[in-house]
């Protein structure tokens, strides 16, 4: 059984920054395409940023590009979403989903392997 698991989520203050993770005991995450997804009350689960398991696009949703960043430290077994200027607006559960067919994939009926999420708070 795959568990993926997402940490560092916390309150942070309008304009602040956090740094997620997401890490796997039963899988190598190098080889897995990765996606980082919320949900905010009342909205539909959205795609924040993802990434193949080898070479090809990172996709960045329009609402964060140049704000966050996704990146891989194998040697951990570990994705990180870095986030900064972050808005109330972006408060949510963020999750982190892994598929093992590798490429890039920007829905999410395209990944089956979740965490539980880790929840952000911005303050205003």
């Known amino acids: 059984q795959v568990h993926v698991v997402e940490s560092g989520g916390g309150l942070v203050q309008a304009g602040g920054s956090l740094r997620l993770s997401c890490t796997a005991s039963?899988?190598?995450?190098?080889?897995?395409?990765i996606g980082w997804f919320r949900q905010a009350q009342g909205k539909e689960r959205e795609v924040v940023a993802c990434?193949?398991?080898?070479?090809?696009?990172?996709y960045y949703a329009s609402a964060i590009k140049d704000r966050f960043t996704i990146e891989r430290d194998n040697d951990k077994n570990t994705v990180y979403l870095q986030m900064h200027s972050l808005n109330p607006e972006e408060s949510a559960p963020y999750y982190c989903?892994?598929?093992?067919?590798?490429?890039?994939?920007?829905?999410?009926?395209?990944?089956?392997?979740w965490g539980q999420g880790t929840q952000v708070t911005v303050s205003s």
């Open positions: 990434m193949p398991s080898a070479v090809g696009q990172t």
């Open positions: 039963t899988i190598t995450l190098e080889y897995y395409a």
């Open positions: 989903a892994a598929n093992e067919y590798g490429h890039t994939a920007y829905s999410a009926e395209d990944y089956n392997h």
